[in-house]
């Protein structure tokens, strides 16, 4: 024999680390799960801890509690000096937005950022006054990305169909936008006041009174965020538990449904899941599907009552003419 063959957690382990070092997996970006890593090379889970637990002690990866297992910031061969001078804040906006795309925006520090971009946390400052101002500056700077075409002249639903769907997509993509602030603390980011701005504008053909006319604009707003934000909150839950949705729900839900007598219990339930009922084959929830079933039930509602006020308007007017 000329030697043992290298055991597979130190081949998972040298795959990963050359996905690494050749940038395939970048400073910040997730590393797949332990769950991933023992489906993609075949192996049990404890062989893939293994691997992931190399990695650690080279110091490629790190754990953070809410992230996951992520690639560790890496320095610059360059002097920080060059690597500053070379530095935009347009490039230090990016990969903040990056970190938060990747691991959420608890994750997005000046250090982390730095990190990112090979150089000392304090040449940052050059570009940012501190992180209150690089999140709210990403933010704007994500939204600037928006596409927001609207033909003025076109049928209001269409319009705002338009816009809602352009603000979905861009909170699709970047979920931890709808956590910057609460609802009823917005925040006057000049990119998000433009389409505020036009969508109010698409809002001007419903003829709404104007307290209502406000409002449905923030609850077309609140609609795309609220649902957008599921998708960061499954990537947390992935992270923490290297289960998908649909296999978190037939380990944890079904049984519990499936239970001896708990459809007894829940009759209404009872009649969409089990054998004979109506979804035999489960539910499983599809949140693009639940954005444009959504919207699609606003604007029918707001159709309603451009009808109705179109037709309290008429009958006053032939009260007034009597």
Same mark, same amino acid.
């Given at each position: &024999?000329?030697?043992?063959?290298?055991?597979?957690?130190?081949?998972?382990?040298? +795959?990963?680390?050359?996905?690494? @070092?050749?940038?395939?997996?970048?400073?910040?970006?997730?590393?797949? !799960? @332990?769950?991933?890593?023992?489906?993609?090379?075949?192996?049990?889970?404890?062989?893939?801890?293994?691997?992931?637990?190399?990695?650690?002690?080279?110091?490629?990866?790190? @754990?953070?509690?809410?992230?996951?297992?992520?690639?560790?910031?890496?320095?610059?061969?360059?002097? !920080?000096?060059?690597?500053?001078? +070379?530095?935009?804040?347009?490039?230090?906006?990016?990969?903040?937005?990056?970190?938060?795309?990747? =691991?959420?925006? +608890?994750?997005?520090? &000046?250090?982390?950022?730095?990190?990112?971009?090979?150089?000392?946390?304090?040449?940052?400052?050059?570009?940012?006054?501190?992180?209150?101002?690089?999140?709210?500056?990403?933010? $704007?700077?994500?939204?600037?990305?928006?596409?927001?075409?609207? *033909? +003025?002249?076109?049928?209001?639903?269409?319009?705002?169909?338009?816009?809602?769907?352009?603000?979905?997509?861009?909170?699709?993509?970047?979920?931890?936008?709808?956590?910057?602030?609460?609802? @009823?603390?917005?925040?006057?980011?000049?990119?998000?006041?433009?389409?505020?701005?036009?969508?109010?504008?698409?809002? *001007?053909?419903?003829?709404?009174?104007?307290?209502?006319?406000?409002?449905?604009?923030?609850?077309?707003?609140?609609?795309?965020?609220?649902?957008?934000?599921?998708?960061?909150?499954? *990537?947390?839950?992935?992270?923490?538990?290297?289960?998908?949705?649909?296999?978190?729900?037939?380990? =944890?839900?079904?049984?519990?449904?499936?239970?001896?007598?708990?459809?007894?219990?829940?009759?209404?339930?009872?009649?969409?899941?089990?054998?004979?009922?109506?979804?035999? $084959?489960?539910?499983? &929830?599809?949140?693009?599907?639940?954005?444009?079933?959504?919207?699609? &039930?606003?604007?029918?509602?707001?159709?309603?009552?451009?009808?109705?006020?179109?037709?309290? !308007?008429? !009958?006053?007017?032939? *009260?007034?003419? =009597?």
């Amino acid at each position: &024999m000329t030697g043992q063959a290298e055991p597979p957690y130190a081949r998972i382990a040298a +795959e990963l680390g050359r996905r690494i @070092t050749e940038r395939e997996l970048a400073p910040g970006d997730k590393v797949p !799960s @332990t769950r991933q890593v023992a489906q993609e090379f075949g192996v049990a889970l404890a062989t893939a801890a293994k691997a992931l637990g190399v990695l650690r002690a080279e110091g490629l990866v790190h @754990t953070r509690p809410r992230s996951g297992t992520v690639v560790a910031p890496r320095r610059s061969a360059r002097g !920080s000096g060059e690597a500053a001078a +070379e530095l935009t804040r347009a490039r230090v906006l990016a990969e903040a937005a990056a970190i938060a795309d990747a =691991q959420g925006l +608890e994750a997005v520090s &000046m250090r982390a950022v730095a990190g990112r971009c090979g150089i000392a946390p304090m040449s940052l400052y050059r570009h940012v006054e501190g992180k209150d101002e690089l999140v709210m500056a990403m933010a $704007d700077s994500v939204y600037g990305t928006m596409s927001l075409e609207d *033909d +003025e002249s076109g049928p209001w639903r269409e319009r705002i169909e338009t816009l809602t769907r352009a603000l979905w997509r861009l909170h699709r993509a970047h979920p931890w936008l709808g956590r910057l602030h609460p609802l @009823t603390r917005p925040l006057p980011l000049p990119n998000l006041l433009v389409f505020s701005d036009r969508l109010l504008g698409a809002l *001007d053909g419903v003829g709404l009174p104007p307290k209502l006319h406000f409002d449905v604009q923030v609850l077309l707003y609140s609609h795309v965020v609220g649902l957008a934000a599921n998708f960061e909150r499954e *990537d947390e839950a992935l992270s923490a538990t290297g289960l998908s949705s649909e296999e978190w729900t037939d380990l =944890q839900y079904v049984p519990t449904l499936n239970g001896e007598g708990v459809m007894a219990r829940y009759p209404h339930f009872a009649k969409f899941f089990g054998h004979f009922a109506s979804l035999p $084959d489960g539910y499983d &929830m599809d949140l693009d599907e639940m954005f444009e079933l959504g919207l699609t &039930m606003l604007l029918n509602g707001l159709e309603t009552l451009a009808a109705r006020g179109r037709t309290a !308007s008429a !009958s006053s007017a032939r *009260d007034s003419g =009597q």
